[in-house]
């Protein structure tokens, strides 16, 4: 049977396994704006959830990134709340860490539209990654991997043909694609989440994808000293060194790096799987995209296939009044149809492995169903610490990424910085 | 006793509105800042002062404090001389005052996030409008500058919030300046006096009462700065920009991150209303002087 006719039966069965609900109004507050296509998508899958469950209507309130602290906020005032949406770590880290979301556990459990179970169509490295203190507090539905975005005819023309698998050859592909006449690296300087992608994934593929947190749990600071740490450090300041990342890089403001990319000036971004999307209205025609995992460094501890990721997900708020209607709607919106909607109209990455993504980030799909982990931002940190992670960690390391402060500089301020961080706490 | 009765009557509903919205949320605030609390909830655990132990040994809170000095004095300082020095050439008689005084404050007018988009563009290193005029008179070396750049940033964003404010002063000043009695200047003239000896001894002792509300405002716009540096940031404000507005919004309500700390974010809120209120009082001795009636 076609995925076409797959797809249909499952919608049928989709809508006609909707629960009945008595006259319930899902409030839903959500992590996107109402005009981007993700909040349009999910529009019309609430307009379809609704069709099927004619006593099932929603009311929306689209608050955009800054959702979950909107969510804490109405919440300590009192006002009921069914369904949000946030960023995977920030849940983590917020609502569901702090106790104050529903376990989805059950859910999880539950028959799914398609066959099997809900969690049986997710991703299982996502699902993981879902998991805190051996409960799951949230769903995620779509995500972006963090990956070295390029522009394919420029890698081609500068004769790079195979994929780098390692940081050598990845080295060779970019020096290849400088003497090309194409400027090799874009980056932004002032987006320190984008540049800690970098030392993320070295330390990553030199010491592991524990390290990060190792380093940061030790009291004395003093495993930010460990030789995986100093290496990685060489290893990106090398990009500057060879004149991969122009100079002039230091003085970009978002999204003046990316844009050198649109006007065909630079070849490749390490950046998230959004970057195609972003930059759909201003790339030429025919601007061919490709993903390439970060690189592996030769006899490090890690493993070329761990991506990282941003993951959005559902949860459901305590004392929520329509919980029920709620784990429903979520089921629903797991379903493959429902799914593929997603994919397709919002060209995003989604949570349920059977579905296809868009031709401007297959190779993305593609980087997910062979990772052996998926890692979260700041590799854990921006789960455990997030103060720690935004204002020693992620500062730190701009500084030291754009030449501000010098490897034992670096080294030395976060050996303090992190004992000072436990003393301090 | 008639009078002091209606007095009380017409003074309570005041009263009782900045009782209710100002010094009531700001005994809860200081109370909030004793305890430890995510803003999940209602469960926050009583810590005593051990937020304003951890500020005093935070190094990201006295980045942020000395940024937030920095744009107070340095800010403070070429915005007021900037404002006083237009003020001086808008008074002198020249043509097109009103015009001028649009154009100044028109920045106050526009949106925060299109002012920092038209000053990133601005500063842009490769396009920017600043290195290209730079270089197209021959300054190539000055037109290479990464405005931008994490040494550059908070000085850039400074220059920019200069141009933002002086116009909103310089409004103030004037209106100030209007009202001071036209013979006042005429007899000046007659006696011989320039342009600055008539600014330094008739406009500055006439506005002194402008003057002395005008730093006030300053004050308590330059500590509580957030909006423009915050827009100028853009997806993520560079630690280099952090103001204590700006920090204590990373700390209670996140940015990107979880961080969610209501009770050490709004101990920082505290330091920001003692540092105002200290700097207000110090701003209002300092400048103390008999009233002028003219």
């Known amino acids: 049977m076609s995925d076409i006719k797959l797809s249909g039966l499952s919608l049928i069965a989709t809508l006609m396994a909707g629960t009945a609900f008595a006259e319930t109004e899902i409030t839903y507050w959500s992590f996107w704006n109402e005009p981007e296509p993700q909040a349009q998508v999910l529009k019309a899958l609430m307009d379809e959830y609704s069709a099927a469950n004619p006593d099932v209507t929603f009311n929306v309130v689209w608050n955009g990134r800054q959702n979950q602290t909107t969510v804490r906020n109405a919440l300590a005032g009192g006002t009921s709340i069914d369904l949000m949406d946030a960023d995977m770590d920030g849940l983590n880290g917020g609502l569901v860490g702090q106790g104050a979301a529903i376990a989805l556990d059950d859910l999880v459990a539950s028959d799914s539209p398609d066959g099997g179970t809900v969690g049986e169509a997710i991703y299982p490295a996502l699902l993981a990654n879902a998991e805190l203190n051996g409960s799951v507090g949230q769903l995620p539905y779509a995500f972006y991997t963090y990956q070295i975005f390029y522009n394919a005819a420029q890698m081609r023309d500068a004769g790079v043909s195979a994929t780098p698998a390692t940081w050598a050859e990845y080295m060779d592909a970019m020096k290849a694609v400088q003497a090309s006449g194409v400027n090799a690296i874009a980056v932004e300087s002032d987006i320190a989440f984008y540049n800690i992608n970098w030392f993320n994934y070295l330390l990553a593929r030199i010491a592991g994808p524990d390290f990060v947190l190792k380093a940061a749990e030790d009291k004395t600071g003093e495993t930010w000293r460990d030789p995986a740490v100093r290496q990685a450090l060489e290893l990106e300041a090398a990009l500057w060194a060879d004149g991969l990342i122009p100079e002039e890089s230091k003085g970009y403001q978002w999204p003046a790096g990316q844009q050198t990319l649109a006007f065909g000036e630079t070849a490749t971004e390490l950046v998230g799987s959004w970057l195609p999307i972003e930059l759909a209205d201003q790339v030429d025609e025919g601007f061919e995209w490709g993903a390439m995992n970060f690189p592996m460094v030769e006899g490090g501890k890690g493993d070329v296939n761990d991506t990282i990721i941003y993951a959005v997900s559902f949860a459901i708020p305590d004392g929520a009044e329509d919980a029920d209607a709620a784990q429903d709607f979520i089921r629903f919106a797991l379903s493959k149809s429902a799914q593929q909607k997603m994919a397709d109209d919002a060209l995003i990455g989604v949570a349920n492995a059977s579905v296809e993504w868009a031709d401007v980030i297959s190779d993305s799909r593609e980087a997910v169903a062979n990772a052996t982990s998926l890692l979260s931002e700041n590799l854990g940190l921006k789960v455990a610490y997030a103060d720690y992670s935004s204002n020693i960690y992620e500062a730190m390391h701009n500084k030291v990424f754009l030449g501000q402060i010098s490897i034992d500089e670096f080294v030395d301020g976060m050996v303090e910085q992190t004992k000072g961080y436990w003393e301090n706490r | ?294």
């Open chain 2, 1 to 294: 006793m008639i009078g002091k009765r209606l007095i009380g009557l017409f003074v309570t509903p005041a009263l009782a509105i900045y009782l209710c919205f100002f010094l009531i949320p700001t005994g809860f605030t200081f109370y909030f800042s004793l305890f430890d609390w995510s803003g999940f909830g209602t469960e926050a655990q009583f810590i005593g002062f051990d937020n304003y132990r951890r500020l005093w040994n935070d190094p990201t809170f006295w980045l942020s404090f000395r940024n937030t000095l920095a744009l107070l004095f340095v800010g403070g300082f070429f915005v007021f001389v900037l404002a006083f020095l237009y003020t001086i050439l808008i008074n002198s008689g020249i043509w097109g005052k009103k015009l001028f005084r649009l154009v100044f404050f028109l920045p106050n007018v526009v949106s925060v996030v299109a002012l920092s988009a038209m000053w990133a563009y601005i500063y842009n290193p490769r396009y920017g409008l600043l290195n290209t005029s730079l270089k197209a008179v021959g300054l190539d070396e000055m037109g290479r500058t990464l405005w931008t750049s994490p040494d550059n940033i908070f000085w850039a964003m400074l220059a920019a919030l200069v141009w933002v404010f002086t116009g909103f002063f310089l409004i103030l000043l004037l209106a100030g300046v209007d009202k001071i009695p036209p013979d006042m200047y005429e007899a000046a003239d007659l006696e011989g006096a320039n342009l600055w000896h008539k600014f330094w001894y008739i406009t500055v002792p006439m506005i002194w009462d402008v003057m002395t509300i005008s730093f006030v405002i300053w004050i308590i716009n330059a500590v509580k700065m957030f909006e423009f540096p915050f827009a100028f940031g853009f997806l993520q404000v560079p630690q280099q920009l952090y103001t204590l507005g700006i920090y204590l919004y990373i700390m209670g309500f996140g940015q990107r991150d979880p961080i969610y700390q209501l009770g050490y974010a709004t101990a920082i809120g505290v330091v920001m209303l003692v540092l105002a209120f200290s700097l207000i009082v110090l701003v209002r001795r300092l400048m103390r002087r008999d009233q002028l009636e003219f």
